[in-house]
């Protein structure tokens, strides 16, 4: 019987290194057949003030000229009208009482799948830059999903504290990362994403645009308002000329979106978070991919923001995690039909701002301030759950755009309103079995000075 020789150490080690040089090669071939991904968000930016939507006065023209590259998403709302909840929505494809981070102070649960671990796992290196105090990782949490997050807060908000970033630090910061990405990496893919400030409260009002916007004052907020969109508008022109400059268009992915929108003064109300009205719900979201996604298509199906996640994913051929909730709107946009019509309901929450105290157990469950639903992108309902004169309000989109004739009547909410209801408030108590959150007194401050806490 022959003896099989065992190969000598030498042997082992080269073996071991044979091994670790193929896997390696294959990661790296395999890595570099998808595309880069770039992530463009915009705090408050409402999807009626930009240009492509019909506005009136030239606000967006690179956003515009952004989106008519791919598809537009023109029925698109947030699942809940508030920064951080948003942001964690957009990238676990969650709602936030899945996720647990439904107000601005509260960590989301850990360990929770989503889509840029999803990328990183296929070999994408992932960076975040961000420039709202909310996004803090200390705050939220959200950071353990990036291989590289940074906050750029070197600007005064509402001219007391340094918690917000200046649209062309941003810029910097993530054109710089890109640069050493590329240096060190090569052709290997990744995922960035530049959240802007603007046009969130306090507007400033930015004169070298309001002259072609044909505003000649500062002294109304709405028209302040326009100049920000103008101002972040032209930082991201400037940010898409860079990135070009490094990458072919045909390599990159772009998603552009708003965490949600602004009320400017409708139903009574300056500013977003506590309730559904389309002026803080409705959003911009847009996908550009030259040679993959046709140019000019417009997807008027009702879209979220938990949709992203599928979809890019499915974009680039990667499976789905199953806890995801969005639709996957892959397959239609990369062909040559548009994606057929869907009937679909469409789910929304609304929040206090942020915890009030330092440490509080029930800050989840007793911050739910209103649920609400919208079917077809036209029959919508709010439900507030602390308001009894009218708690129920119903609306037809399509005929009343700007909600100003409440439909309910006294009736009862629908069975979809309710089982929705039933679902965030068990999933509310469930995140609120977690740690409670605990605030030191500076992010207290930051907090209310942003206007987050009554």
């Known amino acids: 019987m022959a003896v099989q020789k065992r190969p000598s150490c030498f042997a082992k080690i080269l073996l071991a290194l044979l091994s670790v040089l193929w896997s390696s090669s294959t990661g790296a071939s395999e890595a570099r057949r998808f595309p880069n991904i770039l992530v463009i968000s915009v705090d408050t930016l409402r999807y009626d003030r930009l240009s492509i939507s019909g506005y009136e006065r030239p606000t967006s023209p690179h956003i515009d000229s952004l989106l008519r590259k791919g598809v537009r998403f023109e029925q698109a709302r947030t699942v809940e009208p508030l920064t951080a909840p948003s942001m964690v929505s957009v990238f676990t494809s ?3 009482h899945d996720h647990g981070a439904s107000r601005n102070g509260i960590r989301i649960r850990p360990q929770l799948p989503s889509w840029p671990r999803a990328l990183a796992a296929r070999g994408y290196k992932t960076a975040a830059f961000v420039g709202n105090w909310t996004l803090r990782d200390e705050l939220l949490g959200l950071g353990e999903h990036f291989e590289t997050y940074q906050e750029v807060l070197n600007r005064k908000r509402w001219g007391l504290f340094l918690g917000e970033a200046t649209a062309g630090d941003l810029n910097e910061r993530s054109v710089d990362w890109l640069a050493g990405h590329q240096a060190k990496n090569g052709d290997w893919p990744f995922l960035l994403w530049v959240h802007y400030v603007e046009p969130h409260a306090p507007y400033r009002f930015r004169a070298k645009l309001a002259k072609r916007l044909g505003i000649k004052s500062r ?4 028209d302040r308002y326009d100049t920000e969109v103008a101002f972040v508008d032209r930082a991201i022109g400037d940010l898409l000329t860079e990135v070009y ?9 772009v998603v552009f979106l708003s965490d949600h929108g602004e009320s400017l003064g409708e139903h009574g109300y300056w500013g977003h978070g506590r309730n559904l009205h389309e002026p803080s719900l409705r959003i911009p979201m847009g996908l550009t991919w030259e040679g993959k996604i046709r140019s000019g298509r417009v997807l008027r199906s009702p879209a979220s923001t938990l949709d992203l996640g599928p979809t890019l994913l499915g974009l680039i051929g990667l499976p789905v995690p199953q806890a995801f909730r969005g639709l996957d709107w892959s397959q239609g946009l990369l062909g040559e039909d548009a994606p ?10 609304a929040h206090k701002g942020a915890v009030q105290r330092r440490k509080n157990t029930q800050a989840r469950r007793l911050g739910l301030l209103a649920v609400g639903t919208v079917k077809d992108g036209d029959h919508k309902e709010i439900l507030r759950l602390k308001q009894e004169d009218t708690p129920l309000k119903s609306f037809g989109l399509s005929s009343d755009p700007k909600e100003l004739n409440n439909t309910a009547d006294g009736s009862e909410p629908s069975e979809t309103l309710t089982d929705w209801l039933s679902e965030v408030r068990a999933g509310l108590e469930a995140s609120d079995e977690l740690p409670p959150p605990s605030l030191d007194e500076e992010n207290l401050e930051q907090l209310r000075a942003l206007g987050y806490i009554d």
């Open 94 to 96: 969650l709602y936030p």
């Open 219 to 222: 002294d109304k907020r709405s």
């Open 245 to 253: 400059m490094r990458v072919p268009a045909q390599d990159l992915l």
């Open 340 to 349: 057929a019509a869907i009937s679909r309901t469409t789910f929304h929450q």
